[in-house]
């Protein structure tokens, strides 16, 4: 059974940074990739990044693209997501996920996922 245990959300002002960190279980690394998507209130799901555990190949959305990074320890089963220059729009529920397929923010395939973190930019 996949564990996602997501950790490091909080407030933060436009223009500064944050670290998710989530803590993946073993069988996580079956996955084609693992990542993050969030959730805004009244909005859709969407990708924000993702890395496989194969070759550390990483996926971003356009909208945190050159804002934010993600990255894994050597065992694969901590995985980062550093936001830098973080705005208004990125506040939302941020989620831990394997993934079966990256497409971009819309059309992802997440399938297992934790309870999230909340990221919240604000002033």
């Known amino acids: 059974q996949v564990q996602l245990v997501e950790s490091g959300g909080g407030l933060v002002q436009p223009g500064g940074s944050l670290r998710l960190t989530c803590a993946a279980s073993?069988?996580?690394?079956?996955?084609?990739?693992i990542g993050w998507f969030r959730q805004a209130p009244g909005k859709e799901r969407e990708g924000v990044s993702c890395?496989?555990?194969?070759?550390?190949?990483?996926y971003y959305s356009d909208s945190v693209k050159g804002r934010f990074t993600i990255s894994r320890d050597n065992a694969g089963k901590t995985i980062y997501l550093q936001m830098n220059s973080l705005k208004p729009e990125d506040t939302a529920l941020y989620h831990c996920?394997?993934?079966?397929?990256?497409?971009?923010?819309?059309?992802?395939?997440?399938?297992?996922w934790g309870q999230g973190t909340q990221v919240n930019v604000s002033s």
């Open positions: 996920a394997t993934f079966t397929y990256w497409g971009g923010s819309r059309w992802s395939n997440f399938v297992t």
């Open positions: 073993e069988s996580a690394l079956k996955y084609y990739c």
């Open positions: 890395v496989k555990p194969s070759d550390g190949r990483q």
